[in-house]
């Protein structure tokens, strides 16, 4: 009698314990399995919005390099739809800069400017918006729009500092200060360093200004 009296209170102190805790213990399984679903599925949802961007922007990709009568009207469908619908993806950054480049090939300015501007306002693209804003200064350059192309190059990054200063120099010696342009471009040798390919290019500027 004594051995089931003691597996009766063992019984009865689990009996006690679950109805203290079970109710806790499945609600917080329920939450770790509710979680963990929530988690897989969110996962499952980026990886297909992510094959589906990826579509366009290789759609995108071959009508660049194709060519053809439409192919102007295709790029900007999909960069269109990657911006409006894949904001946040880097396939829509990438977007942007094949379609400038693109529409620029076919002398569309006006369309290569508009992807670029808005590539140069996103600010969830930190790795290609300074691009964009590098790029469309030159195009503004090109433009002889000075005071727009140098609003884009206040405030580089400083992976772009150099890049940006050597942009700047160009837009300074196309307006004629040309104290100003040097400094911009000594700015730009000094941070690309000696090594850096680029480093000559600049340096050339440099002369020719200072043998003008």
Same mark, same amino acid.
């Given at each position: ?76 469908? %999909? ?8 904001? $946040?993806?880097? =396939? +829509?950054? !990438?977007?942007?800069? @094949?379609? *400038? &480049? ?48 140098? %609003? ?8 772009? $500092?150099?890049? =940006? +200063?050597? !942009?700047?120099?160009? @837009?300074? *010696? &196309? ?38």
């Amino acid at each position: 009698m004594a051995y089931d009296l003691e597996e009766q209170e063992k019984l009865d102190a689990i009996k006690a314990w679950w109805a203290r805790w079970g109710t806790l213990l499945l609600g917080l399984a329920t939450v770790i399995v509710l979680a963990w679903a929530a988690s897989a599925g969110w996962k499952a949802y980026q990886g297909y919005r992510a094959n589906q961007a990826m579509g366009y922007f290789e759609a995108l990709e071959d009508a660049a390099r194709l060519g053809g009568a439409d192919s102007a009207v295709r790029i900007k469908a %999909a960069a269109a739809t990657l911006r409006d619908d894949y904001p $946040a993806t880097g =396939y +829509a950054g !990438r977007g942007a800069l @094949v379609a *400038a &480049a693109a529409l620029i090939e076919q002398k569309d300015t006006d369309g290569a400017r508009q992807q670029l501007e808005w590539l140069a306002s996103q600010e969830k693209q930190p790795a290609l918006a300074p691009v964009a804003r590098l790029r469309l200064a030159g195009m503004l350059l090109d433009q002889k729009q000075y005071d727009a192309a140098l %609003a884009q190059l206040n405030n580089p990054p400083a992976p772009f $500092a150099a890049l =940006y +200063a050597d !942009r700047r120099g160009d @837009v300074l *010696a &196309a307006q004629g200060k040309r104290e100003e342009a040097r400094t911009a471009w000594q700015q730009a040798v000094d941070g690309l360093g000696a090594a850096n390919p680029l480093t000559q290019a600049v340096q050339l500027k440099l002369d020719a200004l200072t043998g003008a």
